[in-house]
């Protein structure tokens, strides 16, 4: 067994079953094809990969038949290997990714030009209707060329290839990060989510006390952008509103920051054609009257909280469906409180859990709509809740 096989399927299953040909050019950027090749991996993914002459001199082929345990493709032969893959043959590949890809290459493909391997591989993709994703990076000078930026333009508009990035930062057009690619990717294979609206609301809000000091909590954040990061991959139009999180939010998502829960409320005036709110954020059930300079810590003082209105139940009237978190001190409390909350209808889903079950990473919910305990991975937990999801829209 080849070593890359331990890893299949070690992070989840979106991309078990899909054939994935990864064409790399002669970017710098393909110093990340390993990377970005285990990781299609540890989402299921088999993965071939195929070279230009220039990508070859920039990543050797070993490392890549390395990392994907199948042979890597420099040159074509009489195997043919371009229509073996990608042709209108039984078992072809489900999606062909060129990643990095330079200028030359994009505006190559954009005018049917086929003289190494990765064009050759596109142009039979586009025959065969093979879904075809790019992921530009090459200088800035050059990405603002204006014949570049029409092939880009053209290949998306005309072959209806996907684009992903790249990133403008020190003067170069930068190839996506690789977790947005493999996101991408699994985005491009799943659409099972395609068409709804989600709106994804977490992390904490803080109310400030003076110009200093705030009155907060330890939520992290972690399963809202968890679940947003499953819509998305599931073909959903995903907007995540996020206070303060720990960790990284996801950058090819559309986000919103909040700070406060009038922040929130704010935001909400605007919010239009959403069908589906996700509420896991842990907000404010009080707000405090804020000092406008630095109290002196010299001398007891004392705060006067005041409630404030609950977001979930105006936002309710805003969304089809409502799915709020809820979190109580003890498993049979917070099963209760979420009966309750569907039962008096402020919300369609409750997901519940003890606080004393939360990590950062995992955690145990009771969902309302299965009357049943997940357990795992707060991944895991948000795609079985998108699944649930998913389940209750194609029966409506």
Request: hydrophobic share 40%.
């Amino acid at each position: 067994m080849h070593p890359s096989e331990e890893l299949r399927g070690s992070k989840g299953s979106d991309l078990s079953g899909k054939k994935i040909i990864l064409g790399i050019s002669g970017s710098i950027a393909a110093v990340e094809c390993v990377k970005l090749v285990r990781e299609m991996i540890r989402e299921g993914a088999e993965v071939h990969c195929v070279m230009t002459e220039w990508g070859s001199k920039i990543i050797h082929p070993n490392s890549l038949e390395f990392a994907s345990g199948n042979d890597v493709i420099t040159e074509l032969t009489g195997e043919v290997e371009h229509v073996s893959f990608c042709g209108n043959v039984p078992d072809k590949a489900d999606l062909y990714l060129i990643a990095p890809a330079t200028a030359n290459t994009i505006s190559k493909i954009a005018n049917g030009i086929d003289d190494t391997p990765v064009t050759t591989f596109a142009t039979t993709c586009v025959g065969s209707d093979i879904p075809i994703m790019v992921v530009p990076a090459m200088h800035q000078t050059m990405y603002d060329h204006p014949v570049v930026m029409e092939n880009l333009k053209k290949i998306q508009e005309k072959l209806d290839v996907k684009v992903v990035g790249p990133r403008i930062e020190e003067g170069a057009a930068k190839a996506a990060r690789n977790d947005q690619i493999v996101d991408s990717v699994i985005r491009e294979l799943n659409d099972d989510l395609e068409g709804e609206k989600i709106l994804v609301v977490t992390g904490r809000t803080q109310e400030s006390i003076d110009s200093m000091r705030v009155i907060t909590n330890k939520a992290s954040g972690k399963s809202g952008i968890e679940i947003a990061r499953s819509a998305y991959r599931r073909g959903a139009d995903v907007e995540l509103w996020y206070g303060n999180v720990k960790g990284e939010v996801p950058e090819w998502i559309p986000n919103r920051r909040f700070e406060a829960i009038g922040d929130l409320f704010d935001m909400m005036e605007s919010l239009d054609d959403m069908n589906i709110a996700i509420v896991s954020a842990a907000l404010s059930d009080f707000s405090v009257e804020e000092e406008k300079e630095k109290i002196s810590s010299s001398k007891s003082f004392s705060l006067e909280l005041e409630p404030v209105p609950k977001f979930i139940d105006e936002l309710d009237e805003k969304v089809n469906t409502l799915i709020a978190y809820k979190a109580e001190d003890t498993r049979k409390a917070a099963r209760k409180k979420a009966e309750e909350m569907v039962e008096e209808g402020r919300a369609d889903i409750v997901v519940a859990n003890s606080l004393k079950d939360v990590t950062f990473d995992k955690n145990s919910v009771y969902l309302t709509s299965t009357s049943s305990w997940i357990e795992g991975s707060k991944r895991e937990i948000a795609e079985r809740l998108l699944k649930e999801i998913g389940r209750r829209s194609n029966e409506q």
